[in-house]
T-cell receptor, first 112, second 111 residues
Framework: DAGITQSPRYKITETGRQVTLMCHQT?????MFWYRQDLGHGLRLIYY???????DKGEVPDGYVVSRSKTENFPLTLESATRSQTSVYFC???????????FGPGTRLTVT | AQRVTQPEKLLSVFKGAPVELKCNYS??????LFWYVQYSRQRLQLLLR??SRESIKGFTADLNKGETSFHLKKPFAQEEDSAMYYC?????????????FGTGTRLTIIP
């Protein structure tokens, strides 16, 4: 039972590079989410998706792009990484209706 | 728009002492409230939902709509309770399945 996984777990990249963080879930959950976790800010929603091919912006979407061609995958792309995007990124998924979100293990991204 | 406030960034409590982590929210509708916990370098996991009214690992939380609060309590702290705790709100009911998180409280249990 893999659940929800993220890759890579750690990534160091340079300013200006494109980076893609992967998220995969095996539950066929309808909803998927991307958060960033920063000291003093808690978790902030970047983008979310209600189903394949349906995505919407969260609180801090600038500089990020998402796609969802398959229900189980929800990649997050930083088109041109900046130092301010150094963070821990968490992916989450949930079913429709009331209930909890299930979180992946996180990706620690450092932009130098 | 909804908002979640956790006024304490850091909280230190002696082992065996009572613990209370504060959470206040603002939302005009009927929210669903959660407490998530993150142990050192691990993923977030659900601790409590106000709807289930369960007690998990000795923790309880009661939704007080009059005070718009959802404080997390435990009568006797244990060392394994040291973690980051996040209060979160869902405005479910309007087709909105997003969570709004507070900034978190880092709880340290002193042996």
């Amino acid at each position: 039972d893999a659940g929800i996984t993220q890759s890579p777990r750690y990534k160091i990249t340079e300013t200006g590079r494109q980076v893609t963080l992967m998220c995969h879930q095996t539950w066929s959950h309808s909803y998927m989410f991307w958060y960033r976790q920063d000291l003093g800010h808690g978790l902030r929603l970047i983008y979310y998706s209600a189903a394949a091919d349906i995505t919407d912006k969260g609180e801090v979407p600038d500089g990020y792009v998402v796609s969802r061609s398959k229900t189980e995958n929800f990649p997050l792309t930083l088109e041109s990484a900046t130092r301010s995007q150094t963070s821990v990124y968490f992916c989450a998924s949930k079913n429709r209706g009331r209930g909890e979100q299930y979180f992946g293990p996180g990706t620690r991204l450092t932009v130098t | 728009a909804q908002r979640v406030t956790q006024p304490e960034k850091l909280l230190s409590v002696f082992k065996g002492a009572p613990v209370e982590l504060k959470c206040n929210y603002s939302y005009s509708g009927s929210p669903e409230l959660f407490w998530y916990v993150q142990y050192s370098r691990q993923r977030l996991q659900l601790l409590l939902r106000h709807i289930s009214r369960e007690s998990i690992k000795g923790f309880t939380a009661d939704l007080n709509k009059g005070e718009t609060s959802f404080h997390l309590k435990k009568p006797f702290a244990q060392e394994e309770d040291s973690a980051m705790y996040y209060c979160a709100l869902s405005a479910y009911g309007f087709g909105n399945e997003k969570l709004t998180f507070g900034t978190g409280t880092r709880l340290t249990i002193i042996p």
